[in-house]
């Protein structure tokens, strides 16, 4: 790389800017490497590490959050469930996980966070969550991955639904505290990562404005709160890819207008729909009026039949794609299982409130088994998950 900048120095040519500084960048409908290649994304999320959420624990009422530590804390007690927290984030993703994931064939992570993980409730920046994800983009870096980093939980909810961990309703777009928190997480993130190249960009909002609020109003103030954070962004990581959701579910650009700014790429999410051409074509067509990159960053859950149409329907198209998600409770739709605990299903009926306290012993063995099986070295390696994305097969094969 610095050969090459080097090299269009000596010739006089003006190299691009994120070139120079070794980032990937954007160049009409493609992200492009720092020395010039194309980057086909082919990304999984590391769900549920840094933003638990109540399916994947097998909870049918205790969705959120706040309701999952709720849980844990009435099976465990305080002391106990933050004891088993810390071990949950020490163990759930390791090196061991993010090696497996380059050696898969994958060549991208992308890391859904909790606001709280990274400040308090007052604004003072903070947690362990800054350790943590400090730990995977090292990890992700001498495994040749990328990472995207993805605010799942804005303060206040930007979604309203379980998984931004929010009252139930979108409440970021409309009190400016939790906009001016979550525009100062952002340009923390940013000036912590600043020119580093492990980070591909930085994912704003996950899902905004679900389809079933007032949609005319949310959607009309989502692509302003874009350019503020962007703006913050890059004050600090001026070259920086910046990811922009679209509304309702990540599923649509209908409130966009034109790219104000550079190094944009513009993200949806889709599950379990039509495999051909018109399940995207509406995507296609913004990207084609604005000459912008597309990624699919969320799909999947369905079956690896599915998952290859789907797949391969994206690929055709010059899209990349990054598959929800790469370690799940007892599932064959991903990555890594992790084995059903004994017990466990007694603990799922207490935290939703459908079944009495399960014993003491029977709590203490689920939640050792849960921890110990959720180790890479543990879990059950889905090969025909993997190879439904066109990656590594499994042994034997």
């Given at each position: 790389?610095?050969?090459?900048?080097?090299?269009?120095?000596v010739?006089g040519?003006?190299?691009?800017?994120?070139?120079?500084?070794?980032?990937v960048?954007?160049?009409?409908?493609?992200?492009?490497?720092?020395?010039?290649?194309?980057l086909?994304?082919?990304?999984?999320?590391?769900?549920?590490?840094?933003?638990?959420?109540?399916?994947?624990f097998k909870?049918?009422?205790?969705?959120?959050?706040?309701?999952?530590?709720?849980?844990f804390?009435?099976?465990?007690?305080?002391?106990r469930?933050?004891?088993?927290?810390?071990?949950?984030r020490?163990?759930?993703?390791?090196?061991?996980?993010?090696?497996?994931?380059?050696s898969?064939?994958?060549?991208?992570v992308?890391?859904?966070?909790?606001?709280?993980?990274?400040?308090?409730?007052?604004?003072?920046?903070g947690?362990?969550?800054?350790?943590?994800?400090?730990?995977?983009?090292?990890?992700a870096?001498?495994?040749?991955?990328?990472?995207i980093?993805?605010?799942?939980?804005?303060?206040g909810?930007?979604?309203g639904?379980?998984?931004?961990?929010g009252?139930?309703?979108?409440?970021?777009?409309?009190?400016?505290?939790?906009?001016?928190?979550?525009?100062?997480l952002?340009?923390?993130?940013?000036?912590?990562?600043?020119?580093?190249?492990?980070?591909?960009?930085?994912?704003?909002l996950?899902?905004?404005?679900?389809?079933?609020?007032?949609v005319?109003?949310?959607?009309?103030?989502?692509e302003?709160?874009?350019?503020r954070?962007?703006?913050?962004i890059?004050?600090?990581d001026?070259?920086?890819?910046?990811?922009?959701?679209?509304g309702?579910?990540?599923?649509s650009?209908?409130m966009?207008?034109?790219?104000?700014?550079?190094?944009?790429?513009?993200?949806?999410?889709?599950?379990?729909?039509?495999?051909?051409?018109?399940?995207?074509q509406?995507?296609?067509?913004?990207?084609?009026?604005?000459?912008?990159p597309?990624?699919l960053?969320?799909?999947?859950?369905?079956?690896?039949?599915?998952?290859?149409?789907?797949?391969?329907l994206?690929?055709?198209?010059?899209?990349?794609?990054s598959?929800?998600?790469?370690?799940?409770?007892?599932?064959p739709s991903t990555?890594?299982?992790?084995p059903?605990?004994?017990?466990?299903?007694?603990?799922?009926?207490?935290?939703?409130?459908?079944?009495p306290k399960?014993?003491?012993?029977?709590?203490?063995?689920?939640?050792?088994?849960?921890?110990?099986?959720?180790?890479?070295?543990?879990?059950?390696?889905?090969?025909?998950?993997?190879?439904?994305?066109?990656?590594?097969?499994?042994?034997?094969?």
């Open positions: 790389m610095r050969l090459l900048v080097a090299l269009l120095l010739l040519l003006a190299a691009p800017a994120a070139a120079q500084s070794g980032l960048r954007i160049e009409g409908k493609n992200f492009v490497e720092a020395d010039g290649r194309i086909r994304l082919k990304g999984i999320s590391l769900g549920n590490w840094l933003m638990p959420e109540g399916y994947m909870f049918e009422v205790a969705k959120s959050p706040r309701l999952i530590y709720g849980a804390d009435r099976l465990l007690g305080t002391e469930a933050e004891a088993f927290w810390r071990q949950y020490d163990t759930y993703i390791t090196e061991a996980d993010i090696r497996f994931i380059k898969a064939g994958f060549n991208m992308r890391v859904p966070l909790h606001w709280r993980l990274f400040m308090a409730s007052d604004g003072e920046l947690g362990e969550g800054w350790s943590l994800l400090d730990r995977v983009v090292g990890w870096a001498a495994s040749g991955l990328y990472v980093p993805d605010l799942h939980a804005a303060p909810g930007q979604t639904i379980n998984h931004d961990d009252p139930g309703y979108p409440l970021m777009f409309y009190v400016p505290r939790d906009r001016d928190l979550t525009v100062k952002w340009a923390a993130i940013a000036r912590r990562y600043r020119g580093n190249p492990a980070i591909l960009g930085y994912d704003i996950n899902e905004p404005a679900a389809p079933y609020h007032d005319a109003t949310l959607n009309a103030r989502l302003p709160f874009y350019k954070a962007t703006a913050a890059r004050d600090v001026p070259e920086r890819i910046v990811i922009l959701a679209g309702q579910w990540s599923s650009f209908a966009f207008g034109p790219p104000f700014a550079k190094n944009l790429a513009y993200t949806y999410h889709s599950f379990w729909a039509s495999t051909k051409r018109d399940s995207i509406r995507h296609l067509n913004f990207s084609n009026q604005y000459d912008v597309l990624f960053g969320e799909t999947g859950e369905l079956t690896d039949e599915w998952n290859a149409r789907f797949r391969r994206h690929e055709e198209h010059g899209i990349g794609w598959f929800w998600t790469y370690k799940n409770l007892d599932t990555v890594v299982s992790i059903r605990p004994e017990g466990w299903n007694q603990l799922v009926a207490f935290a939703d409130g459908k079944g399960p014993a003491p012993e029977v709590i203490d063995k689920a939640v050792a088994q849960y921890l110990d099986g959720i180790r890479f070295a543990n879990g059950t390696v889905r090969w025909s998950y993997l190879e439904s994305l066109g990656l590594k097969e499994g042994p034997g094969k």
